[in-house]
């Protein structure tokens, strides 16, 4: 089974300043995807960003940038200009077979005004 | 992508009783997955949901305890029988397009049993 870890349990950020999400994957698989997912206070899983293990360029999406380092087992979430509805819980996670995802432990973002 | 809805989205049930949540899908997908998050915790996936098949349940859920249905591409349920209070939880049900591609989830049902 893969394993993610999320060493940051909560991060600080001032508004409108960049912030960086770590999160490391361990895999045996030569196949597999890394995402990103978002929850707010009201519960809901949002996707924000997705990264394939042969994907030769960072992914982005709008302020969200994944910043892959294969060799280090590495896919931090940045998250550019930080905005007040920015606060909320991160998560990584990882496919695995038929699809099903294994989920890091969450890093609660505080976006400061 | 596939708009899903969870139903009820919260709910506080006593000791001993069962509940069963409803996941629709306002159309059909391949792929569809029970969730558990307990308070302050990560996601822990509890079953996929196969179309016309049994579900497959991970390490530590069982069938006696959260039976599970998908009687056809659009909509699952989820029955947490004979609820104590450490299944007070988030239950999220997801759907993915395929292997390897991202999932999209249900808004939650937040349980509180007492």
């Known amino acids: 089974a893969q394993k993610i870890t999320q060493t940051q349990p909560g991060m600080f950020v001032q508004e409108k300043e960049a912030v960086t999400l770590d999160c490391t994957y361990d895999?045996?698989?030569?196949?597999?995807?890394l995402f990103w997912y978002k929850q707010p206070s009201s519960g809901e899983m949002i996707f924000l960003i997705y990264q394939g293990s042969y994907d030769q360029q960072n992914a982005t999406e709008g302020r969200y940038s994944l910043n892959f380092q294969k060799a280090r087992k590495s896919a931090n979430l940045v998250i550019s200009a930080s905005q007040l509805g920015d606060s909320a819980m991160y998560f990584c996670?990882?496919?695995?077979?038929?699809?099903?995802?294994?989920f890091g432990d969450g890093t609660t973002l505080t976006v400061k005004p | 992508s596939a708009v899903i809805s969870q139903k009820p989205s919260r709910d506080i049930c006593q000791r001993g009783t069962s509940l069963t949540i409803q996941c629709q899908v306002d159309s059909q997908v391949t792929m569809m997955f029970w969730y558990r998050q307990q308070p302050g915790q990560s996601l822990t996936l509890i079953a996929t949901?196969?179309?016309?098949?049994?579900?497959?349940?991970e390490s530590g859920f069982v069938i006696d305890k959260f039976p599970i249905s998908r009687p056809n591409l659009t909509f699952s349920t989820l029955t947490v029988s004979n609820m104590s209070p450490e299944d007070s939880s988030i239950y999220l049900c997801?759907?993915?397009?395929?292997?390897?591609?991202?999932?999209?989830f249900g808004p939650g049902t937040r349980l509180t049993v007492l």
């Open positions: 895999t045996s698989d030569p196949s597999y995807g």
């Open positions: 949901a196969n179309q016309g098949s049994e579900a497959t349940y």
């Open positions: 997801s759907w993915a397009s395929g292997i390897g591609l991202e999932q999209f």
């Open positions: 996670a990882s496919d695995e077979d038929a699809g099903k995802s294994t």
